[in-house]
């Protein structure tokens, strides 16, 4: 199992649309968890933290599961400039204490 | 303030021949990252500075590859005798303190073509 999935998509929403996506991760002691956004051809830029009690910023909401070892993101009202493609990031705690990213989810929102 | 910079912005090169990119942090920041991206793929850690400490090289594909950083600040990443294979984006982040909970800040990477 990978250490950090999500499904890549893409995700194609109307734009008012709500869309969540999801990341697993198979390191049950992983105690610290992002989620990056990176637009066509530019870098990652943190969008979000993810908190054990959830949170929410203005149309995003991150949430953690770890029972089911996941992590969530949740967009509503979608706008045209949502669409990017959402990084998953976990910390990976072991000998080397180490940040995994995912590969991805691509979000197009359509007009 | 100053973000992360990265020089060259684009580099196209010769198969065989080296390259050097160079990483600017933020200015206070004492972790600094190289990452590569290839086209539609995820970011592969390369290589992590973290102050004084031995750098975590785990992420290094294979010994073409090298990276040092000067005075805590400035790096540098080396690929010798550059292969195809290597054409990638190359991305430098920084953060404040190091892994864990910190926010990693990403400069506008170098994309790498070698022919």
């Known amino acids: 199992r990978k250490e950090v999935e999500q499904d890549p998509g893409p995700f194609n929403v109307p734009e008012g649309a709500t869309v969540a996506f999801n990341c697993t991760y198979s390191n049950s002691a992983s105690q610290s968890f992002f989620w990056y956004r990176q637009d066509c051809r530019k870098e990652p830029k943190l969008l979000m933290s993810v908190y054990s009690s959830g949170n929410e910023d203005g149309r995003f909401t991150a949430q953690l599961n770890r029972a089911s070892q996941y992590i969530s993101l949740l967009i509503r009202d979608s706008k045209l400039s949502d669409s990017a493609t959402y990084l998953c990031v976990v910390n990976r705690v072991n000998r080397d204490d180490k940040i995994i990213f995912g590969k991805g989810t691509r979000l197009h929102i359509l007009p | 303030g100053a973000g992360v910079s990265q020089s060259p912005s684009n580099k196209v090169t010769e198969k065989g021949k080296d390259v050097e990119l160079r990483c600017d942090p933020i200015?206070?920041?004492?972790?600094l990252y190289w990452y590569r991206q290839s086209l539609g793929q995820g970011l592969e850690f390369l290589i992590y500075?973290?102050?004084?400490?031995?750098?975590?090289k785990s992420g290094l594909p294979s010994d073409r590859f090298s990276a040092e950083r000067t005075g805590g600040s400035v790096s540098t990443l080396t690929i010798q005798r550059t292969q195809q294979e290597d054409s990638a984006v190359y991305l430098c982040?920084?953060?404040?303190?190091?892994?864990?909970?910190?926010?990693?800040?990403f400069g506008p990477g170098t994309r790498l073509t070698v022919l």
């Open positions: 982040a920084s953060s404040l303190v190091g892994w864990r909970a910190d926010t990693q800040y």
């Open positions: 500075f973290q102050g004084n400490s031995a750098p975590d």
């Open positions: 200015s206070g920041h004492t972790a």
